[in-house]
């Protein structure tokens, strides 16, 4: 077998190459080509060379014992393990790993029948036990990254639930504080429309504690869609950011919105969506510029618009901002999670979110949202 082997490497390489295109979807890779087959018909030459020339422990290091070894992996062992985390990366399932080096032995023993070679018993158990040893290596090493994958995005998606939730409790608490700031300077009635922000604000807190207590409890929280008064909408919004204004030292300019204009979908919601724009618009926006509130009716649409004056965007950043866990400005004091939250939260409502950067002087944030009937 080993002086067959040697004689048809090619032949045989194009006989795996053929079975595996007639797959589904399939064609050999450059990877499958480099750590697959063609370097296991190399190891197996050389094992059953060693094996005729009297050299049991070589043939045992490049091929492995019968039954594999715990302790030392064997050069299939290791070229394997790297061909099977391979074809996990493009995307193969295990039957692939399991297949290819099936291919060889079909390939072999068809060709070894057209041909008339014989091959000893002896050298039939050293193909087998090289496959063996091939296999078992692939697979355990295909499943160890596919665990360690599975594993990962869990944890991805664990993390960007938490850093959802500590990123709406920020938005609603720095709101609530800045309020009730005002409110302890004594100028302002609890009654007034302070100390009804500083209520919406903790019953806002006790909405999401109580959908967090929900999604642990696997409780699905369904959200009703309503239609809502978009002056009302935006009245609201604007008068919890009217403290970041104060804080960070900028004016905010809120343009009169048609009083008939209406919008649905959960108000809740998409009012922390608007306040997260408006709140990463107070954020960037230079010091001594203006942010500004807009909404009006474009046809049988809703367009809600924030402006700053941030100076512009960098390259690239209109395609890639709106992703969990980016920031793009200087400063990082978040977690990167308002935008990509903020427009989760109007598509769910069958509305988009977009940006468009003013070269050299700021950006403009839309909400795009479907105008219904306001009865």
Known sequence: M???????????IERCKAKVAKRPS??????????????????????LDAEENGLDAESVRISGASGGDALMMSEIGASAAVHGGELLQLGFTVDAVVHDYGDLCQAITDLAVESETPFTVGEFRTLNRCLDNAIADAVL??????DALVAHARTAAENERL?????????????????????????????????????????????????????VRGVANASGGEV??????????????????????????????????GMSGDRERLLAALANLLQNAFKFTHSGTQVG????????????????HCGGLPSGATETMFRPFTQTGEDRSGLGL??????RAVEADGGSLSVRDV?????????????????
């Open 359 to 375: 070269p050299g002087t700021g950006c403009v944030f839309t909400i795009d949202m479907p105008q219904p009937a306001l009865h």
């Open 163 to 215: 850093g959802v939730l500590v990123h709406e409790l920020r938005n609603v608490l720095q709101t609530a504080t800045l309020a009730f700031q005002a409110l302890e300077l004594g100028l302002l009635p609890v009654a007034g429309a302070t100390g009804a922000l500083v209520r919406r604000c903790l019953t806002s807190l006790a909405t999401m504690l109580g959908e967090s207590m929900s999604q």
């Open 2 to 12: 080993h002086q067959f082997l040697l004689d048809n490497r090619a032949d045989l």
């Open 228 to 261: 809502f008064s978009v002056a009302e909408f935006v009245a609201d919004a604007a008068r919890a950011a009217g403290f970041d204004a104060t804080a960070c030292g900028c004016s905010f300019a809120v343009s009169p919105v048609d009083p008939f204009l």
């Open 293 to 308: 509130l807009n909404a009006h009716a474009d046809g049988t649409r809703i367009l809600i618009e924030v402006s700053d």
């Open 141 to 146: 090493e295909f499943g160890a990254q596919r």
């Open 338 to 343: 308002g935008l990509s939250i903020a427009r």
């Open 26 to 47: 399939r064609a050999a890779t450059p990877e499958q080509l480099t750590n697959g087959i063609p370097i296991f018909i190399d190891q197996l030459t050389r094992t």
